[in-house]
């Protein structure tokens, strides 16, 4: 019997070493190495066979490329067309990561069930086919060309696809494919590399467009190696809070258009309902004069997003006043709470400070901080902003106010919900003069609380 070779591979970066090691020269993470099977020295004609190439390609002329071999399908989810940059492009490869439960696979049975006239073939190695039907009863759909298969070894994979012929492929998920040419375990490195290699030949080769389902590690990113990540032509991220309806599905790398559109959904009983009026569903208390409420008008990459935050500032009654965030930076809070104390002779020393952001939303714009300064402020005080009014612009650390990208964006977006009253920074160049809401200029956070309160 021929010995079996084993290689120690980084978890963490797919670097791979003959000896195991500490700490991994490449990522310098400690303790990932993991030993693995390696080869069966099968022979790559062996391997394309599988998937049934036989073309042979040589280089062509740009020239003489049709420009409809590029034709993108759209889907009715205009969210999804839009964060791929206007469809699926044939044979371009898209990994989805997520939390576990964060909606992955009813993102994409939704599609699959949505392309009607389209085959497609929905692989899952996790989900038996009367789970994906109970889940597809949910949702409320049907699509008689939409096939679903609980298969994990990549081998039967291409024989099937080979016969189906389908438009599109889902795999649900990389982790849990199992190729016939590594021996190593389904969701190790050499696996996920070896598989996701597969189907990237695949997907080129018969211009098929195949969608990964990717799990995540504690850190967030996407389990495997990074070389997963290169592979692919598109990485999406589904994400959002648990306790909260909203998704928002994010993209961090696109052969085939910009990754500053995002898109937002919502969980519902029935699936996930595109969300396309954001901003009217998450301010839900403006016209309710409380202390410490304020609208943020935020980007959430290319598209405007007015966001309401919440404040709480009251007297510390155990030893150590708490600071606490969901949503928003802790450290940024700290940073905030220190400019106002040194720059407008605010004490918060002896005070807990909460700060939250509505809807369970991650906001990493910069341009929040006014809008949390006011809050803070305004629950300090104990007295309300009042309504129809939001805010836009950054807080540097002299407590000077900086202007903001996209700012007609935001104008635009907040004259459009009916607020009344803009501030922003009093160094702000814009295109137009007249919106139709009211532009309040302000140079720094004291300029801002005289102006305010
Ligand atoms: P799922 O797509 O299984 O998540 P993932 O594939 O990312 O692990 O989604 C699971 C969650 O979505 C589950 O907690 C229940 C919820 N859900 C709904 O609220 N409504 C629905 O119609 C469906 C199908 C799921
Ligand atoms: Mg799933």
Same mark, same amino acid.
């Given at each position: 019997?021929?010995?079996?070779?084993?290689?120690?591979?980084?978890?963490?970066?797919?670097?791979?070493?003959?000896?195991?090691?500490?700490?991994?020269?490449?990522?310098?993470?400690?303790?990932?190495?993991?030993?693995?099977?390696?080869?069966?020295?099968?022979?790559?004609?062996?391997?394309?066979?599988?998937?049934?190439?036989?073309?042979?390609?040589?280089?062509?002329? +740009?020239?003489? +490329?049709?420009?409809?071999?590029?034709?993108?399908?759209?889907?009715?989810?205009?969210?999804?067309?839009?964060?791929?940059?206007?469809?699926?492009?044939?044979?371009?490869?898209?990994?989805?990561?997520?939390?576990?439960?964060?909606?992955?696979?009813?993102?994409?049975?939704?599609?699959?069930?949505?392309?009607?006239?389209?085959? +497609?073939?929905?692989?899952?190695?996790?989900?038996?086919?009367?789970?994906?039907?109970?889940?597809?009863?949910?949702?409320?759909?049907?699509?008689?060309?939409?096939?679903?298969?609980?298969?994990?070894?990549?081998?039967?994979?291409?024989?099937?696809?080979?016969?189906?012929?389908?438009?599109?492929?889902? +795999?649900?998920?990389?982790?849990?494919?199992?190729?016939?040419?590594?021996?190593?375990?389904?969701?190790?490195?050499?696996?996920?590399?070896?598989?996701?290699?597969?189907?990237? @030949?695949?997907?080129?080769?018969?211009?098929?467009?195949?969608?990964?389902?990717?799990?995540?590690?504690?850190?967030?990113?996407?389990?495997?190696?990074?070389?997963?990540?290169?592979?692919?032509?598109?990485?999406?991220?589904?994400?959002?809070?648990?306790?909260?309806?909203?998704?928002?599905?994010?993209?961090?790398?696109?052969?085939?258009?910009?990754?500053?559109?995002?898109?937002?959904?919502?969980?519902?009983?029935?699936?996930? @309902?595109?969300?396309?009026?954001?901003?009217?569903?998450?301010?839900?208390?403006?016209?309710?004069?409380?202390?410490?409420?304020?609208?943020?008008?935020?980007?959430?990459?290319?598209?405007?997003?007015?966001?309401?935050?919440?404040?709480?500032?009251?007297?510390?009654?155990?030893?150590?006043?708490?600071?606490?965030?969901?949503?928003?930076?802790?450290?940024?809070?700290?940073?905030?709470?220190?400019?106002?104390?040194? @720059?407008?002779?605010?004490?918060?020393?002896?005070?807990?400070?909460?700060?939250?952001?509505?809807?369970?939303? @991650?906001?990493?714009?910069?341009?929040?901080?006014?809008?949390?300064?006011?809050?803070?402020?305004?629950?300090?005080?104990?007295?309300?902003?009042?309504?129809?009014?939001?805010?836009?612009?950054?807080?540097?650390?002299?407590?000077?106010?900086?202007?903001?990208?996209?700012?007609?964006?935001?104008?635009?977006?907040?004259?459009?919900?009916?607020?009344?009253?803009?501030?922003?920074?009093?160094?702000?160049?814009?295109?137009?003069?007249?919106?139709?809401?009211?532009?309040?200029?302000?140079?720094?956070?004291?300029?801002?609380?005289?102006?305010?309160?």
């Amino acid at each position: 019997m021929a010995k079996l070779k084993t290689k120690y591979f980084c978890q963490a970066c797919g670097f791979e070493s003959p000896k195991w090691a500490g700490k991994c020269n490449n990522c310098n993470e400690w303790n990932t190495f993991v030993e693995e099977l390696v080869g069966k020295s099968s022979k790559k004609e062996e391997q394309q066979s599988s998937i049934g190439l036989t073309a042979v390609n040589g280089p062509i002329s +740009i020239a003489s +490329i049709a420009p409809d071999e590029l034709e993108r399908t759209i889907t009715t989810d205009e969210e999804l067309n839009r964060v791929l940059g206007g469809g699926i492009v044939p044979g371009s490869i898209v990994l989805i990561g997520g939390e576990p439960g964060i909606g992955k696979s009813t993102l994409l049975l939704q599609v699959a069930l949505s392309l009607t006239g389209k085959t +497609i073939i929905y692989v899952s190695g996790e989900e038996s086919e009367q789970q994906i039907k109970l889940r597809a009863n949910r949702i409320g759909l049907n699509n008689p060309d939409l096939y679903l298969l609980s298969e994990t070894s990549t081998g039967k994979i291409f024989k099937h696809l080979r016969k189906y012929q389908p438009d599109v492929v889902i +795999i649900d998920s990389i982790q849990t494919l199992q190729s016939p040419f590594v021996e190593s375990t389904p969701g190790s490195v050499s696996q996920i590399r070896e598989c996701a290699g597969e189907l990237q @030949r695949y997907a080129k080769e018969t211009a098929t467009p195949v969608f990964l389902i990717g799990h995540i590690t504690k850190e967030g990113s996407i389990a495997g190696p990074k070389v997963l990540e290169h592979i692919v032509d598109t990485v999406l991220q589904f994400e959002g809070d648990h306790h909260h309806i909203y998704r928002i599905l994010r993209n961090s790398k696109n052969r085939f258009g910009s990754t500053a559109e995002i898109g937002i959904y919502e969980m519902r009983q029935d699936g996930l @309902r595109q969300v396309t009026n954001p901003s009217e569903l998450l301010i839900t208390q403006h016209n309710q004069n409380l202390s410490g409420i304020t609208v943020a008008a935020t980007m959430e990459g290319a598209r405007p997003l007015l966001i309401e935050t919440q404040a709480l500032v009251s007297p510390a009654v155990y030893g150590n006043p708490q600071r606490s965030t969901t949503g928003f930076d802790l450290r940024r809070l700290n940073m905030l709470l220190a400019v106002l104390e040194k @720059r407008c002779g605010f004490r918060f020393g002896d005070k807990d400070v909460f700060v939250n952001i509505a809807g369970g939303i @991650r906001v990493e714009d910069p341009a929040i901080d006014l809008a949390i300064i006011c809050a803070l402020l305004s629950s300090y005080e104990d007295t309300p902003v009042g309504s129809g009014v939001c805010f836009a612009g950054e807080v540097g650390l002299s407590g000077e106010i900086r202007t903001i990208t996209r700012a007609n964006q935001r104008i635009s977006e907040a004259a459009k919900l009916g607020f009344e009253q803009i501030f922003l920074s009093g160094n702000i160049k814009l295109e137009k003069t007249n919106y139709d809401v009211e532009l309040k200029k302000v140079m720094t956070v004291a300029e801002l609380f005289k102006a305010l309160f």
